[in-house]
C-alpha cells in the first residue's frame, strides 16, 4: 500500500473552494492551524474574497501529547482578530489524521469565546481518526502508509507543493 502519486495542490485548492464558496457568509471567519493551516487558509482567504476574517491557531500548549512532546523550538502565537461569539468559524488544516490536532484547536477557540458552528476544511485527510471528527470540506483522500509522511512546502515564491517523506 502507500501513495503512488500526489494530487497537485491547485487541484485540492480549487475543490475546496468550490465547496466552501456556497457555504460561507459574512459571518463566517477562516482560522488556519500552524504552520500548514495556515497556508492553506491563506490561499483559500485570498480565493474567497475577503468579505470574512482570518485567524490562526497554534495548537501547541492544548494538544492532549504536550506532555511528551514538550515545547517546539518554534512555537507561532495564535491570533484571533475578531469576536468568535456567535461566528461560523471554518478551522482550516493542510492534512487532517487522529483529529487530535482540531479537538485541541476547538478548546482554544473556545477559550476566546462561544461560536455559533465550527466547521473544518482539510486540504488532505489521510485517515486513522482516534476521535469523532469528520471533515465538511476535503481537497483529496489518500492512504499513505503508516511510515509516510506528506509534506506540504512552501517554496520562495509561495508557491505550495506536496512530497512524500519516510519516517
Ligand atoms: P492529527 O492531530 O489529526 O493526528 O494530525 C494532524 C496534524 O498533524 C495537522 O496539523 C497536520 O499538519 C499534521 N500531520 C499529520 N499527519 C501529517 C502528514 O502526513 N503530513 C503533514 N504535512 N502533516 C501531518
Ligand atoms: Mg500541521
Redesign the pocket.
Known sequence: MGITRLPEVGALLARLQAAMRPAVTENTALVG?HT??VWVAERLHAALGVRFPLGTLDVSFYRDDYGQRGLHREVKRSCIPFEVEGRDIVLV??????????RAAMNELFDYGRPARIRLAALLD?GGRELPICPQFVGAEVQ?ADDE????IRDEGGGLRLAIERK
Open positions: 492551524i500548514g493551516g488544516d493542510d492534512v487532517l489524521y487522529t483529529g487530535r490536532t482540531i489521510r499513505p509522511v506528506i509534506a506540504l
